[in-house]
């Protein structure tokens, strides 16, 4: 994103046309407002950056079908050399000819034309460059389909246009839209423009509306138009005395027919501007992050980085782009209704002001005439930055040049870095509306993404801490590991050609987020069915199940520009966390994953475990929209993004502790109701605290041993994992338990009729002997401070025979016989948990036995009389013989 500089914001207001509130759609449902129409066009024009454009930054949609833009502005504009009266210079009319041509050129290539083009929209910036203005006011309004009034101005609009007349919205409500204005048309205006900078006046002033246009329409019996304005403005010397390459530019431009007219990148290879044409360097679009382009930055930077904020005057924040600065005035209070209000742009009446006008059978006409406010005022007002200046005056400038060693503090110094310490402690919905906090974790995560991949193991670092709402997609992609050239394999998807899934696709898109403006808009819609149509295509052994389109929601809200790392996004997230469930056949899939979490739902609450169970209440009543969308249909994206921000820096297992984490808060709830009560309640969620719902379900996750959210039908293993965790980089909780190499010690697969037998879930020898710390001397190694905040606590209880345990047993085990506590036919003799296991409650208990099948009776009774943190150890004790860690206890003396 290009620096601010000298730019301020600019903000403007006009109004959708309003639609009948009666009419419904071909698919019966009322038609979207041409307001959400207009946002959802708009948000393309974001993307649009030239140096001869005014960059647009957001749109906002008020009431009454009002929309607010937020763009690049300048006080400055060709209106200013009008007031002087005085032709100006023909090398300034080259400059100023040439730089809107190269604008225009820029726009035709992205198949938008500017059709306001005048004095007041020609900004000009500190160094008298040129910046159009407002020209993305014809796309946005679906070439002024969507609005009551003309798009553009009478004195410069081509004959052609004014011919054609004004396109009323009401010709457009049976589909019949308006054929779009070409290039040419632009070049008129600018003919107009150019030649009101030559003679120092405005033209066509003088005349009553309907005179003017009726002049314009006469001059295409002429033969040099630009001789007839000359005579009728009374101003036929000045251009007799303009050069000849100057008038020939002229006429090229004025050329009332259309068909001879030139566009703007033929009149660019004009002779005239190709005399100034070498002082300019062609503009490249700049590298994007995930390219096959090679990114670089040729940066010579001081020995001493103070060097670099030594002027105490310097506007730093002018260093940054405008769509940061927008984003902090938000966040330091700024509000756009209120500054137009103040600007006397947005002025209220009272409703019996606004009542329409009527008439009397003698005549007499009572009422309002039509409101003037509901036309285009295409007045800007500057926003003042003074209380987003004032709220960062306390931050130095070396906040704005953080260094980005691994060892360093991901919070630059300032004068309230103590503030700023404490502010990671409080609340996510705090921090993020904290404008100077904002501002730090924005520059650092910027420059951080910039020397992606290489700084990603420091992105994976920071975003534990949070991540920033206005990086979120880029980081999200960074996260999931997205690199290379994604635009050329998303652009060489087949995303026309029809096939079977489009009908159910069309079906459930206008059912997916609605609530919001952006993906409810028609743009929104489109751009819904080809990534979803192009993960269909490009992924043939799986099909198209309901609940994709929630999944895809996220990675489009916040990737709305940019398809290609929409569908990149998803199509990395799906494997990771969703693998194979999107078979035709995922029935296996899903019963594997649902009883397994089941498990870890006795694993972390076994008397909540024991209530759903006893009431029938099974996690495929309600789960699998859950897992099937990864909560997407479940909770509004607002709340998504916080979830999926931890969701992301967690393992495939990490969605198990996310449901239980909800469970939990809605655990008093259940354990008071029956079977009908809960499936009401599930059907009508009630309000979650995600914050607390995410820091639970870590602290879940921590707790959880890797191998006990073991499945066959996870991902297979990577050829080289460089995930991350939640503690140190890397961790013990840094990849999937897939992905650790097979050994003799690992955990075996189950067929899914034993998983659903054992209530308790299973871990590995190996992940016991790690979470144990079991050294090969056989004894257990005192737990380090990293070590004890990083893995579970664990006690191993041996239900072998006490000559058995006395043989060789693990280290630091307790040993409980079966045949103390359960009989022969497995009835209960003696709760083996009143006394010796009391002392232990609270920690991972893993049950060690010759046979698992008694191993999983015993846990199941643990689990009966409300024992967390049960599990049993996978293949018994005989997995431990061959390891040399059994041990033999000591001879009494």
């Not at 003799?744 to 190996?766: F, V």
Request: proline share 7%; hydrophobic share 35%; aromatic share 8%.
């Amino acid at each position: 994103m290009p620096p601010m500089k000298d730019a301020r914001l600019g903000a403007s207001t006009f109004f959708a046309s309003a639609l009948p509130h009666d009419i419904c759609g071909s698919n019966g449902l009322p038609l979207t407002p041409n307001s959400i129409k207009i946002l959802g066009r708009f948000q393309i024009l974001k993307t649009v950056s030239h140096p001869r454009l005014c960059r647009y930054v957001d749109i906002s949609r008020g009431k009454h079908e009002r929309l607010i833009v937020v763009a690049e502005h300048y006080e400055r504009s060709l209106e200013d050399f009008q007031r002087a009266g005085k032709p100006v210079s023909q090398d300034k009319v080259l400059q100023v000819a040439y730089e809107i041509l190269e604008g225009l050129e820029f726009m035709n290539k992205h198949g938008m034309m500017h059709r306001a083009l005048a004095p007041r929209n020609v900004l000009m910036d500190c160094r008298g460059n040129v910046k159009l203005a407002k020209f993305g006011l014809y796309h946005m309004t679906n070439h002024g389909a969507d609005v009551d009034f003309p798009i553009g101005y009478p004195s410069y609009l081509a004959p052609e246009v004014i011919a054609k007349g004004p396109s009323r919205p009401s010709d457009c409500s049976h589909g019949e839209l308006p054929r779009p204005s070409g290039p040419k048309v632009d070049v008129w205006s600018l003919g107009i423009l150019l030649f009101e900078l030559c003679v120092g006046r405005r033209l066509l002033q003088s005349f009553d509306i309907s005179e003017r246009l009726k002049f314009i329409l006469t001059l295409g019996c002429m033969d040099d138009i630009v001789t007839v304005l000359a005579e009728e403005h009374g101003c036929l010397d000045v251009i007799k005395e303009l050069p000849e390459n100057v008038l020939t530019l002229l006429r090229k431009c004025l050329t009332f027919q259309p068909s001879r007219r030139p566009t703007p990148s033929e009149l660019l290879k004009d002779p005239a501007l190709q005399e100034v044409s070498h002082l300019y360097t062609p503009f490249r679009k700049p590298v994007s992050l995930f390219s096959s382009s090679l990114r670089c930055a040729y940066l010579e930077l001081p020995e001493d980085i103070s060097e670099l904020c030594q002027d105490e005057g310097e506007e730093y924040l002018a260093e940054r782009s405008i769509e940061e600065v927008y984003h902090l005035w938000c966040l330091a209070g700024g509000d756009l209704e209120k500054e137009l209000t103040n600007k006397e742009i947005i002025q209220s009446k009272p409703p019996i002001c606004t009542l329409p006008n009527f008439l009397l059978e003698d005549g007499e006409c009572f009422g309002q005439g039509r409101d003037r406010s509901f036309l285009l005022d295409d007045t800007t007002i500057t926003l003042s930055l003074c209380q987003l200046k004032n709220r960062l005056k306390d931050v130095t400038g070396e906040a704005y040049y953080p260094l980005l060693d691994d060892e360093q503090s991901s919070l630059p110094q300032s004068n309230s870095s103590s503030e700023l310490s404490a502010a990671v402690a409080l609340p996510l919905v705090i921090r993020e509306r904290d404008t100077e906090y904002q501002l730090l974790r924005i520059v650092l995560f910027d420059r951080l993404l910039q020397a992606y991949p290489y700084k990603k193991n420091q992105v994976w670092k920071e975003a534990r801490v949070d991540i920033p709402p206005l990086l979120r997609g880029l980081t999200w992609a960074a996260l999931l590991g997205i690199e290379g050239d994604i635009q050329a394999k998303y652009d060489g998807i087949d995303k026309d050609t029809p096939i079977p899934t489009d009908r159910q696709i069309e079906v459930d898109i206008p059912r997916c987020h609605q609530y919001d403006e952006l993906l409810s808009s028609p743009q929104g819609h489109m751009k819904f069915r080809r990534v979803l149509k192009a993960w269909v295509v490009s992924h043939p052994d799986l099909v198209y199940w309901q609940g994709l389109d929630s999944l895809c929601a996220p990675f489009l809200y916040l990737n709305f520009n940019n398809e290609a790392l929409a569908y990149a996004c998803m199509s990395a997230f799906i494997p990771k966390y969703l693998y194979n469930f999107f078979l035709k056949d995922n029935s296996h899939v899903i019963q594997e994953y649902l009883t397994v979490f089941s498990q870890m739902i006795a694993f972390h609450d076994p008397e909540l475990s024991n209530h759903l169970n006893e009431i029938g209440f099974i996690p495929d009543l309600y789960a699998i929209p859950w897992f099937l969308t990864m909560f997407t249909h479940v909770f509004p994206l607002h709340k998504i993004f916080h979830l999926w921000d931890t969701l992301l820096l967690g393992n495939s297992s990490f969605p198990f502790c996310i449901g239980v984490a909800i469970l939990q808060q809605l655990r008093d709830r259940l354990l008071a109701n029956g079977f009908n009560e809960c499936i009401l309640l599930f059907s009508d969620l009630p309000e979650i605290d995600i914050e607390r719902c995410v820091r639970e379900s870590i602290n879940l996750f921590c707790w959880t041993p890797k191998s006990a959210t073991y499945r066959q039908h996870a991902q297979p293993p990577k050829v080289a994992g460089d995930n991350n965790g939640f503690g140190k980089t890397p961790s013990y909780y840094s990849s999937d338990y897939q992905d650790l190499p097979k050994t003799d010690l690992s955990r075996e697969p189950l067929k899914l009729s034993e998983l659903k037998a054992e209530s308790s879930p299973r871990i590995s020898a190996e992940d016991l002997i790690d979470l144990c710390e079991l050294s090969g001397s056989g004894h257990c190694k005192a737990p380090t401070k990293k070590t004890k905040s990083s893995k579970p606590k664990i006690l191993a209880v041996d239900i072998r025979s006490s000559e058995d345990f006395s043989r060789g047993h693990i280290p630091g085990s307790i040993n409980i016989p079966y045949s103390t506590a359960f009989g022969p036919d497995g009835e209960l003799v003696q709760c083996p948990a009143t006394s010796t296991l009391q002392s232990f409650r609270g920690r991972v208990i893993v049950i060690v036995s010759h046979a698992v099948m008694r191993a999983a009776t015993f846990a199941a009774h643990l689990v009966k009389v409300n024992y967390p943190r049960v599990c049993i150890l996978d293949g018994g004790i005989n997995k431990m013989k061959f390891t040399g860690l059994l041990t033999v206890p000591s001879p009494q003396i």
